[in-house]
């Protein structure tokens, strides 16, 4: 017999708790946040995988079944990012490093997954967003690692910042848009699961608009040095030449 929702949902929050504690064990010489982000790694791939076995082969495919009961193990995969959404909410707004915009993407995350449990159906569109929020997570993390250990600055750096944007931009905005009017165009799902869904998808353009300014500061940069280092290497050969001379 299955354990009811709210105790799996339970068990889900303790056992990232538990992953929780035992990386503030494991990494002691660190701080509070390495521990955190891990876990967010750990989940971010976690969920990754699970959501796109059950949106690519087990199914339903969410953009043409909308609205559809839930299958068990869509059920499981919404219990563990409950748990693991409630934890990490509870964590930020403890140690206070998340504004806004964040808290209130893990608020409508954790509504719209606690709805659809509750109701029973719309876990295949659930399940979609969960997909297209944590694929660009573990290029997000593996960016903060890279800061904290001195390595972004670097080729590896530059390589993670122009997939987070790539994916970013063509699954959470490209795809995301796809989904949304799927959803809004279906008369199945309930109106209030539609709005969570365009809500999230405008904190997506949110994100979004910070992600391009960051994008354009970090390409002027790049380019204004190398023009700096174009500018020395023509002065270098010219100089040598008036020295032949």
């Known amino acids: 017999m299955l354990f009811p929702l709210p105790l799996r949902v339970a068990c ?36 990754t995988c699970l959501s796109a076995y059950i949106g690519f ?22 219990c563990l990012s409950l748990g693991y959404f409630l934890f990490d909410l509870c964590w930020c707004v403890y140690f206070q490093t998340e504004g ?13 997954i606690t709805v659809s449990l509750a109701l029973g159906e719309s876990a295949a569109e659930v399940n979609a967003v969960i997909f297209g929020s944590e694929i660009t997570n573990p290029l997000l ?35 995301g848009a796809w989904l949304m009017y799927c959803e809004l165009a279906s008369p199945k799902p309930r109106w209030y699961i539609k709005l969570g869904g365009v809500i999230m998808y405008a904190v997506s353009w949110v994100f979004m608009v910070s992600i391009c300014r960051f994008a354009r500061r970090k390409s002027m ?16 050969k010219t100089n040598g030449h008036l020295k032949n001379h």
């Open 141 to 175: 993390q593996a960016r903060w690692f890279l800061k904290e250990t001195g390595c972004y600055h670097s080729f590896t750096g530059d390589v993670v910042d122009f997939f987070f944007v790539v994916l970013f931009t063509g699954v959470r905005i490209g795809v």
């Open 12 to 47: 889900s929050l303790l056992a990232w708790l538990s992953l929780y504690a035992w990386f503030c064990r494991r990494y002691k010489h660190r701080n509070y946040e390495w521990s955190c982000r891990l876990v967010t790694l750990t989940h971010g791939i976690l969920a």
């Open 221 to 236: 940069k790049k380019y204004h040095a190398w023009r700096s280092w174009r500018s020395d290497e023509l002065y270098l």
């Open 57 to 78: 082969i087990d199914g339903p495919w969410p953009f043409s079944h909308p609205g559809s009961p839930n299958t068990t193990l869509q059920v499981h995969v919404l």
């Open 100 to 112: 806004a915009l964040m808290l209130a993407h893990h608020l409508v995350s954790i509504l719209g």
